[in-house]
């Protein structure tokens, strides 16, 4: 079997760290790594209308900012079909068939669904649209016959319930539907990189996070303010890492030959927080460190969305033609869905032929 990934993201802002090392950083080396067949990457405009319906226009104009940040960050759509949700009918017409595969309660049980209906405070008064987007979801996935779906471990649980759809349609129907495995980030500190402040994710809103389009002065300010240990309070006294965000962000972005070149009385990260751990390294120092290892990663991805937005007609005619690319597929994974659900009324001879021959001389 032709091994197809699938991923995307939300465009309710700009992307950040979080999603560079979370997702995006992983998905330029798996669409270069020759290793799939296809590489679909959905900017799920509709799913993000599903908790801000009242506010299109926020939607309507991170669009092209999403698309932006893909392609400055080396997405090649010559290798990628990069697409919007909305434009693709499709998905809408298989959410609908598999609603009637899934139960309320299941839905309910969604440890994900729960977690972000009590981020919202929705409590009971769900959007029908939100509470049900794990189906979406599926019909996301499966549209393309995704093998491969990158995701944090948080979204393990919506995995789990599109494959729970794909077995029990193929079990009722026919093996049309392909279940998805998910691939988790191998670095731990990319499973979910917390906010400057310290808290537990990014959030536009909580104003903690770090851009890709970030000018190189906004970078450096970002880091000085962030969250370290605040029992670190002379630089003689003994540092905590865990918890500490600036040691967590080393842990993602930092390399060995980066001490080579920044910080040379340092052969690597261990020696770095061993240091901080008995005394005598002050934050100061580990802030400068950090801020040059993010402008190593951040500057090429700067320079690139400056180049492409001189031309965002392009960027648009990139997301025309993915748009083109991708409804071709979804319609060929719908017709083969309606076909095995006996709901292909035109297309099937078989059953035109039986009923003329039925009411033949009637």
Do not use: W
């Not at 699938?6 to 669409?31: A, C, E, F, I, W």
């Not at 129907?173 to 979910?192: G, S």
């Not at 540092?239 to 962000?249: A, D, L, P, S, W």
């Not at 993915?322 to 095995?340: P, Q």
Request: glycine share 4%; charged share 30%; hydrophobic share 35%.
């Amino acid at each position: 079997m032709d091994k197809i990934i699938l991923t995307g993201d939300r465009p309710t802002g700009k992307l950040h760290l979080g999603h560079y090392v979370g997702s995006l950083k992983r998905r330029v080396l798996l669409q270069n790594s020759g290793e799939y067949k296809k590489t679909l990457i959905m900017i799920a405009d509709a799913q993000a209308l599903t908790d801000n319906f009242e506010n299109p226009e926020k939607i309507r104009q991170n669009i092209i900012e999403v698309a932006l940040d893909y392609l400055s960050v080396g997405i090649d759509p010559t290798k990628a079909t990069i697409f919007i949700q909305s434009m693709i009918p499709e998905l809408t017409e298989l959410s609908f068939y598999y609603m009637n595969l899934v139960t309320v309660s299941r839905l309910q049980r969604n440890p994900t669904v729960k977690t972000e209906i009590q981020m919202r405070n929705f409590e009971s008064s769900i959007p029908v649209g939100f509470f049900t987007y794990p189906i979406s979801q599926a019909a996301d996935i499966t549209a393309f016959k995704a093998t491969t779906v990158p995701v944090g471990e948080d979204q393990l649980p919506m995995i789990e319930q599109t494959r729970e759809i794909v077995r029990k349609f193929n079990q009722i129907y026919a093996e049309v539907l392909v279940e998805p495995d998910a691939l988790i980030p191998e670095n731990k500190a990319c499973l979910r990189l917390p906010g400057t402040d310290g808290k537990a994710k990014m959030s536009k809103s909580l104003g903690n996070c770090i851009y890709l389009s970030d000018a190189a002065d906004e970078v450096s300010a970002r880091v000085k303010t962030m969250y370290t240990d605040p029992l670190h309070i002379q630089v003689s006294d003994p540092g905590h890492i865990e918890g500490n965000t600036v040691f967590t962000y080393l842990d993602a972005f930092c390399l060995d030959r980066h001490f080579e070149d920044y910080l040379p009385e340092y052969k690597n990260l261990d020696e770095l927080k061993e240091h901080y751990k008995r005394g005598g390294l002050g934050d100061v120092k580990i802030k400068k460190f950090l801020t040059k290892v993010l402008q190593e990663e951040l500057e090429p991805i700067r320079n690139r969305r400056k180049e492409y937005e001189k031309d965002i007609a392009s960027v648009y005619e990139v997301l025309k033609k993915g748009c083109e690319n991708a409804r071709e597929i979804a319609a060929a994974t719908l017709d083969e869905v309606k076909h095995a659900m006996k709901i292909d009324y035109f297309t099937d001879t078989e059953l035109i032929n039986s009923h003329i021959e039925k009411y033949k001389g009637v």
